[in-house]
């Protein structure tokens, strides 16, 4: 069964920092790009972030490129994004999802967590 | 970026209605669209993608159609557990782009 589950959301002040994980399993993690989604208090879908199967290529949406980076450990079978010069417009949840490729494009998201909450407020 | 519009913003129907859900991209995208249910509290679940290939699990009742800039989301009998919010996502151009959902509501 596959399962993405996201931790390391919470409170933190505007310019903090924040490292979001996301592990996976039921799969072959390698293979398959990853990506994050957020979506802010009563919005819509947002892609963030995604990385292809083997974390050599990675893209940004404009609002969080620079301040944000997503890698993978292949070998745990983990995703992670690390947040910094966080702003009160990156509050939402945060959701971890597969993708259906190997490459960030032109597929979909197969599989979300259950998303983390990240509250950016003084 | 490609916009994804989406109509209506929500809408009122019946147990048993047929329901029609429609998305428009700013330019022509193939068939490269993706459609995704989320309830209350949960993580959006995918529906269909390529614009009409119905995901593992999903009942028979969803359906998808369109090509280029205009689709639609149909579920043929609504059932009670359909009440929810659907988000339509191109996968054509980077950055990959949501509707802003439309919101499916107990009449």
């Known amino acids: 069964e596959v399962q993405v589950v996201e931790s390391g959301g919470g409170l933190v002040q505007p310019g903090g920092s924040l490292r979001l994980s996301c592990a996976a399993s039921?799969?072959?993690?390698?293979?398959?790009?990853m990506s994050w989604v957020r979506q802010a208090p009563g919005k819509g879908l947002e892609w963030v972030s995604s990385?292809?199967?083997?974390?050599?290529?990675?893209y940004y949406a404009d609002s969080v490129k620079g301040r944000f980076t997503i890698s993978r450990d292949n070998s745990k079978n983990t995703l992670y994004l690390q947040m910094n010069s966080l702003r009160a417009e990156d509050t939402a949840v945060y959701y971890c999802?597969?993708?259906?490729?190997?490459?960030?494009?032109?597929?979909?998201?197969?599989?979300w967590g259950q998303g983390t909450l990240v509250t950016v407020s003084s | 970026d490609i916009q994804m519009t989406q109509s209506p913003s929500s809408l009122s129907a019946s147990v048993g209605d047929r329901v029609t859900i429609t998305c428009r991209a700013s330019?022509?995208?193939?068939?490269?669209l993706n459609w995704y249910q989320q309830k209350p509290g949960k993580a959006p679940k995918l529906l269909i993608y390529?614009?009409?290939t119905l995901q593992s699990g999903v009942p028979s009742r969803f359906s998808g159609s369109g090509s280029g800039t205009d689709f639609t989301l149909t579920i043929s009998t609504l059932q009670p557990e359909d009440f929810a919010t659907y988000f339509c996502?191109?996968?054509?151009?980077?950055?990959?782009?949501f509707g802003q959902g439309t919101k499916v509501e107990i009449k």
């Open positions: 990385t292809s199967g083997n974390g050599g290529s990675t």
């Open positions: 039921g799969f072959t993690f390698s293979s398959y790009d």
């Open positions: 330019q022509s995208i193939g068939t490269y």
């Open positions: 999802s597969k993708g259906s490729r190997p490459a960030p494009m032109r597929d979909y998201f197969d599989y």
């Open positions: 996502q191109q996968s054509y151009i980077a950055p990959r782009t």
């Open positions: 390529a614009a009409s």
